[in-house]
Every structure is written in C-alpha cells, then in structure tokens.
C-alpha cells in the first residue's frame, strides 16, 4: 500500500486548504483512513478520521467545526477540507490508513504516507 498526501501550502490565518491522500497498491474501500499531523517539537496528534463502513467520521476537538474529513472510493482518495485556518494549524500533515474501524490512535494504522507541509500565517 502507498499513500500519497497532497494540497499543502502557506495561507493567511482565516483561510482555507484542501488536502488529498491517494491510496495505491489495495482496494481503498477495505481501509478506515485518518489524518495526522505533527508540529515543531511536538507529538503527532490525531487530527481526524473516517471509517470504511459506514462513513462516520471522528475529529479532534481543536479542529470541530472547522475542518470535514470526506472519502471518495471511486477515486481511492480521502479528503481534509480545512476551513478557519489557524496559526497553530500550521504542521506536517499525515494520511494514515488502517483496517477495521477508525481511530485516533497513530499505532493502530498499518501505512503511512510521507506528509504534506501546511503553513499558516498570522
């Protein structure tokens, strides 16, 4: 399995940003997927996640409201539309993929991809 993360960049506090994770290598449907991110000298936190049976999603209480996690198994690609963006938002961003249901727990995902870099400024 390859993940492959796009749609990082530098935008204004306020502004918004579209990430992609494209999985290869095995049916997309067969995974729960989430995001990740982690931040200069800090730990990788769960940022949100949603599972390959029924859709339901789960989100880290910084980002409710703001950010939606979407999937689309036609195309093997989960989404992170990412709106009110904030400074602290600013990290390198995961997509992570896991059988079973979701999860915020990093160690229960079997792949990784490499990381998107998003930047936001004040």
């Known amino acids: 399995v390859q993940l492959q993360a796009s749609g990082g960049g530098l935008v204004q506090a306020g502004g918004s940003l579209r990430l992609a994770c494209v999985l290869s290598?095995?049916?997309?449907?067969?995974?729960?997927m989430g995001w990740f991110r982690q931040s200069a000298g800090k730990e990788r936190e769960f940022v949100s996640g949603?599972?390959?049976?029924?859709?339901?999603?789960s989100y880290a209480d910084s980002v409710k409201g703001r950010f939606t996690i979407s999937r689309d198994n036609a195309k093997n690609t989960v989404y992170l539309q990412m709106n009110s963006l904030k400074p602290e938002d600013t990290a390198l961003y995961y997509c992570?993929?896991?059988?079973?249901?979701?999860?915020?727990?990093?160690?229960?995902?079997?792949?990784w991809g490499q990381g998107t870099h998003v930047t936001v400024s004040s």
């Open positions: 992570a993929a896991k059988m079973f249901g979701l999860s915020a727990r990093g160690y229960e995902y079997n792949y």
């Open positions: 949603i599972s390959k049976y029924d859709g339901s999603t």
């Open positions: 290598g095995r049916t997309f449907s067969s995974y729960s």
